[in-house]
T-cell receptor, first 111, second 114 residues
Framework: RKEVEQDPGPFNVPEGATVAFNCTYS??????FFWYRQDCRKEPKLLMS???SGNEDGRFTAQLNRASQYISLLIRDSKLSDSATYLC????????????FGGGTRLMVKP | EPEVTQTPSHQVTQMGQEVILRCVPI?????FYWYRQILGQKVEFLVS????????KSEIFDDQFSVERPDGSNFTLKIRSTKLEDSAMYFC????????????FGPGTRLTVT
């Protein structure tokens, strides 16, 4: 079973649409959760950390369900500049602080 | 805004050669990492480094690889006797600590082994 699993997409949405991505993780000991975005051939950029109570940053809302080992990201009012690959990332909290990445979900926002 | 920097941006080397990839982490960060991403695949952890020691390493990080912090600013990844399958994007990252633990990535070095 993959450690962090995501639908690879692509999700093709019009500007202004709301889109949601989901992610599941296999290690129940995971402690920290993140969404990163990655543009083609660029580095992962931290989008937001995901907290147990859920958190929002502008048009972006992240949710965590520890019981189901499930993380989500909601993007409202999509912009052309949101086109990227969104990476679900998990940290099991060991001393090395290793991040485990999902394969990413590709989003394409069209005019 | 402080950034992680990496040099070179692209390195081409012949199979069997040694390469050194260089990184300058964010200045007040204490934890440093190397990840790699083979084209079309997911980002994979290689190694983490704290207090001049390796904290954790993955199965990928075998005797072919080594890391060093030769001075107060640079963090290097050495790959000895490169193989074709070492061709990948290598990302350096740093974090202030493990709490907070957000890791910030450099722009990467694209390594091509011919």
């Amino acid at each position: 079973r993959k450690e962090v699993e995501q639908d690879p997409g692509p999700f093709n949405v019009p500007e202004g649409a709301t889109v949601a991505f989901n992610c599941t993780y296999s290690n129940s000991a995971s402690q920290s959760f993140f969404w990163y975005r990655q543009d083609c051939r660029k580095e992962p950029k931290l989008l937001m950390s995901v907290y147990s109570s859920g958190n929002e940053d502008g048009r972006f809302t992240a949710q965590l369900n520890r019981a189901s080992q499930y993380i989500s990201l909601l993007i409202r009012d999509s912009k052309l500049s949101d086109s990227a690959t969104y990476l679900c990332v998990v940290n099991v909290g060991n001393a090395g602080n290793m991040l485990t990445f999902g394969g990413g979900t590709r989003l394409m926002v069209k005019p | 805004e402080p950034e992680v920097t990496q040099t070179p941006s692209h390195q081409v080397t012949q199979m069997g050669q040694e390469v050194i990839l260089r990184c300058v982490p964010i200045s007040n960060h204490l934890y440093f990492y190397w990840y790699r991403q083979i084209l079309g695949q997911k980002v994979e952890f290689l190694v983490s480094f704290y207090n001049n020691e390796i904290s954790e390493k993955s199965e990928i990080f075998d005797d072919q690889f080594s890391v060093e912090r030769p001075d107060g600013s640079n963090f290097t990844l050495k790959i000895r006797s490169t193989k074709l399958e070492d061709s990948a994007m290598y990302f350096c990252a740093s974090s202030l600590g493990t709490d907070p633990y957000e890791q910030y990535f450099g722009p990467g070095t694209r390594l091509t082994v011919t």
